[in-house]
């Protein structure tokens, strides 16, 4: 790939920057930034006033095709999610635009793509994650809750957890156990289901200050249209596999850390300690210049991405795992390195001893949930380790047993 970006990739990136920054003036000043913002209800109003805003301007179809009322190619994809990251603006429904959308137009037929990318480009519809179970989370395969055929309908039962937007969601895209008996991994479908059906019980699961934003989802007898199935019955695990790719690829997370990084700079600039600006600390300039390094870094992997992405929509298995252990790597340390340089300041958020809103300690707090969402670090490893690096798989117990067994029988 040619890093160097086009004169008219430059125009367009400058057009989506521009565009952002008029829309984050009139943000709300009691607007509630971080990693929840967009599931906040104060901030709902915004939210939406954002969503319109980018329907409008078709930016919610980026990389599209034609038919499909598309715009531009997935390098604008990425462009938009540099600006928004950057003026950290709300409006995009990460489930429906990020992950859902792209899976359909790769792997959806014709119907299903008619039925739902309208609603999606237009931002009309809100969809929610329905993957993770309270037994299936890492070990997403061995899902329990059942879609069970019954003539032209799917008939579900069993429990989600984790369920993101839940209750805010129109519809939701899901993994469900079709065959009970059969092989894991081959015994399971991709459904698409309306979250208002009979059946359908929404609890939500608080955080410790009633912020809401997670839900556990109980499916009681729940009847679902056999044509909103996505590929081939027992075959869901591919489709699955398709979209978190498409989740874990986001730049947007780069952009708003490359901001962050600015603001510590601007502190340490303004900053005087023994009569000198922090600025000059040769410590701190070390380890701030650390962090833009490998943010940069970080950057570029991300246009690797999408330019994969543009020439053969699944590809980039591995680099879309290793985007998101680096890049939540980097929150991580970010946090970590903002809450060291304010000192003391920096372990107060609601306080008038805050500095830079608080922004840090919150940052510092919420950043570890970025190492466990979009399936954790550990099993990101894993896979750049399989099919990154083509090392083996550990063996299972049962085939060490048998390894055992077979050597055993050799001597
Ligand atoms: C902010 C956030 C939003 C989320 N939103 C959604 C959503 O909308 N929809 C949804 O379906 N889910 C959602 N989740 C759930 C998320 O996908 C799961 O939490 C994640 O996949 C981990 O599963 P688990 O919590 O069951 O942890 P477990 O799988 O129980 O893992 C526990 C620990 O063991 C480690 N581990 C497990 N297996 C291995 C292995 N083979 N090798 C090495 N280490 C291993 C893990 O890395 C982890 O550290 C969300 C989670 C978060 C934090």
């Not at 950290?88 to 014709?110: R, S």
């Not at 989740?247 to 962050?260: D, F, H, I, K, P």
Request: charged share 25%.
């Amino acid at each position: 790939m040619d890093f160097k970006l086009s004169e008219e990739e430059e125009k367009r990136r400058k057009e989506f920057f521009e565009g952002c920054k008029e829309l984050s003036k009139e943000k709300p000043k009691d607007f509630i930034d971080g990693i929840e913002a967009e599931y906040e209800k104060a901030n709902q109003p915004y939210i939406t006033r954002c969503r319109k805003e980018f329907a409008k301007r078709g930016w919610l179809r980026l990389g599209w095709p034609p038919e499909y009322g598309g715009v531009g190619s997935h390098m604008d994809r990425v462009f938009f999610g540099e600006a928004r990251g950057y003026y950290v603006l709300p409006g995009v429904d990460i489930f429906g635009i990020e992950m859902l959308a792209p899976t359909l137009l790769a792997m959806g037929n014709k119907e299903v793509k008619d039925r739902y990318l309208p609603g999606i480009g237009d931002g009309d519809t809100l969809w929610c994650e329905l993957y993770s179970e309270p037994n299936a989370g890492s070990d997403l395969a061995a899902v329990t809750a059942t879609a069970i055929r019954k003539g032209d309908e799917y008939v579900i039962n069993g429990q989600k957890t984790w369920t993101t937007n839940a209750h805010n969601a129109d519809w939701g895209f899901g993994l469900f156990r079709t065959d009970p008996q059969g092989r894991k991994r081959r015994n399971i479908s991709f459904l698409l289901m309306d979250m208002k059906a009979p059946g359908i019980t929404i609890n939500p699961l608080e955080y410790l200050n009633r912020m809401h934003m997670y839900n556990e989802v109980f499916f009681d007898d729940v009847h679902v249209p056999a044509d909103q199935i996505i590929g081939e019955e027992n075959q869901g695990w591919a489709v699955s596999q398709a979209l978190v790719n498409f989740e874990r690829s986001n730049v947007l997370a780069v952009s708003a850390v490359g901001r962050l990084l600015e603001t510590l700079v601007e502190y340490c600039n303004e900053t005087k300690v023994g009569g000198k600006p922090l600025a000059q600390d040769p410590f701190i300039r070390n380890k701030v210049a650390e962090m833009a390094v490998e943010i940069e870094a970080s950057r570029t992997l991300a246009y690797y991405i999408a330019d994969q992405q543009n020439r053969n929509q699944l590809a980039a298995l591995f680099e879309s795992s290793a985007a998101k252990v680096f890049i939540g790597d980097i929150y991580e340390r970010l946090g970590a390195l903002g809450t060291d340089i304010l000192g003391s300041y920096g372990q107060v958020s609601a306080s008038r001893w805050a500095r830079q809103r608080g922004v840090w300690e919150s940052m510092y707090q919420a950043a570890f949930v970025l190492t466990i969402s979009m399936g954790t670090n550990e099993i990101q490893k894993n896979i750049i380790a399989w099919y990154g690096l083509n090392m083996p798989r550990p063996l299972s117990p049962v085939s060490v047993e048998k390894a055992l067994a077979t050597a055993q029988a050799a001597k």
